[in-house]
């Protein structure tokens, strides 16, 4: 009897207790309520918003700030400390374009009619003007240029060449950052052992503080088309230019053999019509009778073009 009347003075007193906590709370909330509806004055400072900047112009000091002297009620405070509050400066409207820099003062009365509602007593703007420095954009379309190191498996290669897409970005921005911007370099990529082609997509090396420039792209993919190759070699006819006037000349050999890398795919394509080899005669080594070989023109699909052949031995017979 005696244990089941401690358990009731218990649970009465833990009621009594949850009752409290209860009224605890309640009155908590009906204090904040209370300081939330009451008006309050404070400055605080907020960001700038810039809208309906001319295409031509771009702003260089971005981080800009109003101290805004307000009187309202606490909901509106809490508002403006839990996410920075902004004002919007339309460019279109709102300022002055002067040589060097757009001009904003205070005495604006947009502030007063569309930033704020009725709630809110606007009673102080600082500083009285803010100068937005500019320059003129130019707009430069720039090459990409490929940081990749690739080591293929035996017998393979690449059938054209390394390809990036896209080939080129387009920069905007001030033209005293966009002239110093000759190309973009790609993050350095690796590929080992390949035999396939293939895709990679890799981030480009933007320049340091590029807030003030806007790129077209910031990444690009790398491409290659790989295939199965080989070495072919042909014999091509030599030719002398450059001979003197009326001068024979007789030349061994009159032929050399060239060597060469080629796709599979293109192996049966390229014929000895496709190269040509000549010796300069105004470059003769030195005093001796030798010629030396040249190629100006061969098949773009073949890599590694050598001649075999280093000299060329000459007489004049006449």
């Not at 089941?4 to 204090?31: E, H, M, Y």
């Not at 374009?97 to 703007?125: G, M, P, R």
């Not at 450059?242 to 192996?267: C, D, H, Q, R, W």
Request: a positive charge; aromatic letters at 12%.
């Amino acid at each position: 009897m005696k244990k089941l009347k401690s358990k009731i003075l218990a649970s009465i007193k833990n009621k009594r207790i949850n009752v409290f906590f209860v009224f605890l709370l309640f009155s908590f909330i009906i204090l904040i309520f209370s300081k939330l509806s009451k008006e309050y004055t404070n400055t605080m400072a907020f960001d700038i918003e810039k809208v309906n900047i001319p295409d031509e112009n771009v702003i260089l000091n971005d981080s800009m700030a109003l101290n805004i002297t307000l009187k309202t009620h606490g909901f509106k405070w809490l508002k403006y400390y839990v996410s920075k509050p902004k004002i919007r400066v339309d460019f279109s409207k709102d300022v002055d374009k002067k040589k060097h820099a757009f001009l904003w003062n205070k005495s604006k009365a947009y502030l007063n009619n569309t930033q704020f509602d009725e709630q809110v007593e606007l009673l102080n703007i600082s500083p009285n003007q803010l100068a937005f420095k500019y320059d003129v954009n130019l707009v430069k379309k720039v090459p990409v240029k490929l940081n990749a190191t690739i080591s293929f498996e035996p017998g393979y290669d690449v059938a054209d060449k390394l390809i990036s897409e896209p080939d080129s970005v387009t920069v905007i921005g001030p033209n005293t950052l966009v002239s110093q911007i000759g190309y973009l370099e790609t993050e350095e990529v690796i590929f080992n052992d390949v035999k396939t082609s293939f895709e990679e997509a890799t981030n480009l090396m933007l320049p340091e503080n590029t807030a003030d420039l806007k790129f077209s792209a910031n990444s690009v993919t790398i491409k290659a088309h790989v295939e199965k190759f080989t070495e072919g070699t042909l014999k091509i006819p030599v030719n002398i230019i450059n001979t003197p006037k009326g001068a024979k000349i007789k030349y061994f050999p009159k032929e050399v053999n060239v060597s060469y890398y080629v796709s599979l795919s293109n192996f049966n394509t390229i014929t000895n019509k496709d190269f040509k080899v000549v010796c300069d005669y105004e470059k003769t080594v030195g005093d001796q009778s030798l010629l030396v070989p040249e190629l100006v023109a061969f098949p773009t699909t073949a890599k590694n073009v050598k001649i075999n052949q280093k000299r060329i031995e000459f007489i004049i017979t006449k």
